[in-house]
T-cell receptor, first 116, second 116 residues
Framework: DQQVKQNSPSLSVQEGRISILNCDYTNSMFDYFLWYKKYPAEGPTFLISISSIKDKNEDGRFTVFLNKSAKHLSLHIVPSQPGDSAVYFCAASARGSGGGADGLTFGKGTHLIIQP | ETGVTQSPTHLIKTRGQQVTLRCSSQSGHNTVSWYQQALGQGPQFIFQYYREEENGRGNFPPRFSGLQFPNYSSELNVNALELDDSALYLC???????????????FGEGSRLTVL
């Protein structure tokens, strides 16, 4: 049973527009959520995170929104740039940013393609 | 400051064999964890090591084992390889206290294992 779901395997967005990546979770014990970005032949790279006590966190072009009642989070990228083309993984933890002894629970990822 | 490095990058084994994958943690990081990423899936937590002891484990059988050395480098050993063990194996390190809430994970590029 998948506890973290990314229902869109891929997303195509025009350069300069907003990219919105969605993630749903089922485990109410999750209290920390992260987004990782992965290029081919590289390991995942931490992008942005949010604690369950917040509903929004912003870092430059990247903003993550958390809706706890809906168990839903989204990553907004504005404006989208060609270098943003990558696979984006949503991850969740019941033990803080590193996952603690339970590790992080990842979704399957969304392949974002930024078109010129 | 060097990042997380893994070796080998690619390897091929046959069913029933044993494999050892290696990881050097990022400088100053005392906690290392291993993840398995099967094709089309997100990374799945295998286990975590802190101060040379396993202190967290995901849903993987005992034939998946590990070691952490005094210099915080780590090994993942898989015995009696099965076809389904074919995957990208990711090592990740972080600082902070084991089980604590600090420190995002920094991932290596991974070791791609193919089992024939």
């Amino acid at each position: 049973d998948q506890q973290v779901k990314q229902n869109s395997p891929s997303l195509s967005v025009q350069e300069g527009r907003i990219s919105i990546l969605n993630c749903d979770y089922t485990n109410s014990m999750f209290d920390y959520f992260l987004w990782y970005k992965k290029y081919p032949a590289e390991g995942p790279t931490f992008l942005i995170s949010i604690s369950s006590i917040k509903d929004k966190n912003e870092d430059g072009r990247f903003t993550v929104f958390l809706n706890k009642s809906a168990k839903h989070l989204s990553l907004h990228i504005v404006p989208s740039q060609p270098g943003d083309s990558a696979v984006y993984f949503c991850a969740a933890s019941a033990r803080g940013s590193g996952g603690g002894a339970d590790g992080l629970t990842f979704g399957k990822g969304t392949h974002l393609i930024i078109q010129p | 400051e060097t990042g997380v490095t893994q070796s080998p990058t690619h390897l091929i084994k046959t069913r029933g064999q044993q494999v050892t994958l290696r990881c050097s943690s990022q400088s100053g990081h005392n906690t290392v964890s291993w993840y398995q990423q099967a094709l089309g899936q997100g990374p799945q937590f295998i286990f975590q090591y802190y101060r040379e002891e396993e202190n967290g484990r995901g849903n993987f059988p005992p034939r998946f084992s590990g070691l952490q050395f005094p210099n915080y480098s780590s090994e993942l050993n898989v015995n009696a390889l099965e076809l389904d063990d074919s995957a990208l194996y990711l090592c990740a390190s972080r600082g902070g206290l084991a089980g604590g809430n600090t420190g995002e994970l920094f991932f290596g590029e991974g070791s791609r294992l193919t089992v024939l």
